[in-house]
Each structure stands twice: as structure tokens, then as C-alpha cells.
């Protein structure tokens, strides 16, 4: 069954001056891709950099709490040192009589005041030991957190600078009007534009490349027969089984929408092809996302 919308099948195909918008639309989304990619990376870096710094963090506590450690045993050494001779001082002290008893007394006391002395010492310096651990650990946490927010306001900027890009690239595709005379969605004339698309996911989309074959084959719910195709002039002749009704769109050119309608579907179903070859096409099939029942 011929298109009777159009009157002159063999004549020129239409005009691609559009093809450098194309190209930049193509560059633009290889940028979205590229920058995915990096984004990805760049937050394993981060997760890498937040490690590293926990890492440190533990190594630098467990090295205080260890030289605190170390020093607290000293001291007590030191402690249970003086300690014994202000006992044996003592004992000394009440055997002893007249100037020994006074000199030992002396002794005594003087070592109780050193005593005294070396337990505020520990003391203190345990206290500072602590302190710097909670400095330390405080200063880290501070660095981690500055880090980590940093890099979350990079990222921010990259995925919303990335995000306008793409609203770009989807607001620069074109709608044009079908063989059915009806307003088409968004046309995608190569892969990157179709992945656009499908990201912007207001329709199904379903990519075929179809031979010349005797048998149809199934695309989404439909099957499309290829019969002819000419790939010096870039048209191409099918056969869309759709409802268990065939209807043949002859001698249509590539990426013009190719519109039929589908029982339960309110807007038509399209078919893109972007490339002829010979006895090949190779393009999409577009549905409705919602199917209801016309009025």
C-alpha cells in the first residue's frame, strides 16, 4: 500500500543541512559520557582519600597511646623506686636514735616530697599525652570533614553542569511531522542522540537491524518486514504487522518518522530508521509509555 502523503518517491532525499547541529549534539553527548566516567573515578579517589586519613588518624593515636604507655610505666617504676626507700628510710628511722634518728627523718621527708612531686609530674604529663591524642584526633576529623565537603561541592558542580548539558542536547533534537501527518516526538538520527532519548524517558525505544529476509522480525510488539532497500538514494520499503493488520510504508527516507497506529495506544507508534545499507536498515522503534484504550 503506497504513502498517498507523498508525490514524489524517487526524488532527491531531504535536505541534512542540519547535520553539523548533529555533530555537535553527538560531541556533546561523548562530554556527558566522558564526564560520568571522571566523576566516577573522582569519587573513588575521595572514598580513597577519606581511608587514608582514618588510617592516619589510628596510627597516630595508637602511637601516643603507646608512648603514653611507655612513659606511665617509667613513672611508676620510678615511683615504686622511691617508695621502697621511704620505707626502708622509715624503718631506719624509728631504730635509729639522737642526730641518726633526726638525719633519717630528713631523708625521709625529702623523699616523700619527691615522692609527691614525681606523681604530679606523671600526672601531668599523662594529662598532656591525652590532651594531644584529642588534638590530634579533633584536628584529623576537622581536615577529614573539609575534605570530604570539598569534594562533595566538586561533584555537586559537576553533575549539575553535566545535567545542563543534557537538557541541551534533548532540547536541541527536533520534532518533526510523521507520514501520518501527526506531530512526532523527538527524533534521534545516531546512538547517542537515541541514548538521550531514552534517558529523558518519555517514550520506549527498541533498536533493531533488520535483513532483507523472507520472514518479519519481531521489534517490540510489532514485526517488520524489510523489502526493499536502496542505499544510493537512502529509502527503503516496509511491511509493519501491528493488530494482526499489515500495512506497507513504501519508499521512505532515513530519519523520517514513520507513524501507525496501535489499538490501546493514544499517540502513534514510530519507526526511525538512520542508515540504508544494502538489503539493511538500521534504526528504532518508539511506543507510547502509557497504553489506553482510544475514545
Do not use: H
Not at 50 to 70: F, G, H, I, N, P
Not at 125 to 150: P, Y
Not at 216 to 244: C, F, H, M, P, S
Amino acid at each position: 500500500m503506497s504513502d498517498p502523503g507523498y508525490s514524489n518517491p524517487y526524488g532527491p532525499p531531504p535536505d541534512n543541512s542540519s547535520g553539523t547541529k548533529f555533530a555537535v549534539l553527538f560531541g556533546a553527548v561523548v562530554a556527558l559520557l566522558a564526564a560520568s566516567i571522571y566523576l566516577y573515578f573522582q569519587l573513588e579517589d575521595v572514598k580513597g582519600d577519606m581511608a587514608k586519613l582514618r588510617d592516619q588518624a589510628s596510627r597516630e593515636v595508637a602511637t601516643v597511646r603507646e608512648a603514653a604507655a611507655v612513659t606511665a610505666q617509667t613513672q611508676r617504676r620510678t615511683v615504686d623506686s622511691l617508695r621502697d626507700q621511704l620505707d626502708a628510710a622509715q624503718r631506719q628511722a624509728s631504730m635509729a636514735a639522737g642526730q641518726a634518728r633526726i638525719d633519717a627523718t630528713k631523708k625521709a621527708e625529702e623523699l616523700a616530697a619527691r615522692l609527691s612531686a614525681e606523681q604530679e609530674k606523671q600526672k601531668q604529663l599523662v594529662a598532656q599525652q591525652f590532651s594531644d591524642v584529642k588534638a590530634n584526633v579533633a584536628a584529623t576529623e576537622t581536615k577529614l570533614g573539609e575534605t570530604i565537603k570539598t569534594e562533595a561541592a566538586r561533584l555537586d558542580t559537576k553533575v549539575e553542569s553535566t545535567k545542563s548539558e543534557l537538557d541541551k542536547t534533548i532540547q536541541d533534537l527536533k520534532r518533526v511531522t510523521g507520514d501520518l501527518g501527526v506531530q512526532s516526538g523527538l527524533i534521534a538520527t545516531n546512538g547517542k542522540e537515541l541514548q538521550a532519548l531514552k534517558a529523558l524517558g518519555e517514550r520506549n525505544y527498541f533498536e533493531f537491524n533488520l535483513a532483507k529476509t523472507k520472514q518479519a522480525q519481531r521489534v517490540g510488539d510489532i514485526t517488520i518486514l524489510l523489502k526493499k532497500a536502496d542505499q544510493k538514494k537512502n529509502r527503503y520499503t516496509i511491511e509493519v504487522t501491528a493488530d494482526d493488520k499489515k500495512t506497507e510504508k513504501k519508499d521512505k527516507t532515513v530519519n523520517e518518522p514513520v507513524q501507525f497506529l496501535v489499538a490501546g495506544a493514544r499517540q502513534p507508534y514510530e519507526i526511525v530508521v538512520n542508515e540504508v545499507s544494502k538489503d539493511r536498515i538500521v534504526g528504532y522503534l518508539a511506543t507510547p509509555k502509557v497504553r489506553e484504550p482510544r475514545k
